[in-house]
């Protein structure tokens, strides 16, 4: 019988969990939401010319029939994460505040998902990216993760920060290896065809110190990336939001706010 062949596996730490409506994103969900609904009350009444009764009531989404406000809710839930806006979760809210709150849990929950996967730190490098510039970035990332797996979120964007700067790097470098591969062969033609070489234009020239100096950059910037990574799990946990004095721990617990109170203030 032959050898049986271990499969070697990345370790990574256990993903946080999953994001909760807490009393902290109450006040400020509401307080988006009342803009939303003064901002589209107002629409409703300045530009369409309605009622103030009609246009409350087309702003707060309580003028549509029970199917409509069923369709509604079920095209809010399927919309991609990107595309549901604060007068989304108004006209939720108005109708059932705990499907306002499922909503925007769902949008943090993409939102981590899309941090976490590494989309949202290689959308930085691109402009007008295809799938094959983000596969490139995603590969750089995995590699580093695979090397140096990160053990807090801190670590974990420090990370990122660096695959973004080595991505980044190498772009400038293919950049002015573009053009000064062109401009040589530009000279070499014009040698062998008239038998004397021309000064380089200074506007390429400039063009190619610019693109060497952006990946001096770029690579110092990955450097001291690393630097600040291998600092940190040196000194240890870094804590945030929290205060701590002697053996004891102090938190702060968050105030309860109603969200309908919040929304009924902003309207007056």
Request: charge should be negative; proline fraction near 5%; glycine fraction near 6%.
């Amino acid at each position: 019988m032959g050898k049986s062949r271990k499969t070697s596996v990345m370790q990574t730490p256990p993903r946080d969990a999953p994001p909760s409506l807490t009393e902290d994103d109450i006040g400020s969900l509401a307080r988006e939401m009342a803009t939303a609904y003064k901002q589209m009350a107002a629409f409703y009444r300045d530009r369409l010319e309605l009622l103030g009764p009609v246009a409350d009531a087309r702003a707060r989404g309580t003028d549509y029939s029970e199917d409509e406000q069923a369709a509604d809710r079920q095209r809010i839930f399927e919309r991609p994460a990107d595309q549901v806006s604060w007068f989304d979760l108004t006209r939720l809210a108005e109708r059932n505040p705990d499907d306002a709150g499922a909503a925007w849990v769902r949008v943090r929950t993409e939102a981590r998902h899309e941090f976490a996967s590494g989309h949202r730190t290689a959308q930085a490098l691109e402009w007008n990216g295809g799938p094959w510039q983000r596969a490139r970035f995603l590969a750089i990332r995995d590699s580093f993760r695979e090397s140096t797996p990160p053990q807090s979120g801190i670590e974990s964007a420090l990370v990122d920060t660096a695959a973004e700067a080595f991505g980044d790097y190498l772009e400038w470098n293919e950049h002015a290896h573009m053009l000064g591969s062109t401009e040589v062969q530009s000279q070499r033609q014009r040698v062998e065809r008239d038998g004397e070489w021309s000064p380089m234009r200074l506007s390429y020239a400039e063009a190619i110190e610019q693109a060497v100096k952006m990946a001096e950059r770029a690579h110092k910037r990955f450097l001291r990336t690393i630097a600040a990574l291998g600092e940190k799990r040196r000194t240890g946990p870094v804590y945030v939001g929290q205060v701590n004095i002697a053996p004891q721990q102090v938190n702060i617990a968050p105030q309860q706010v109603n969200i309908a109170r919040l929304m009924s203030e902003d309207e007056r």
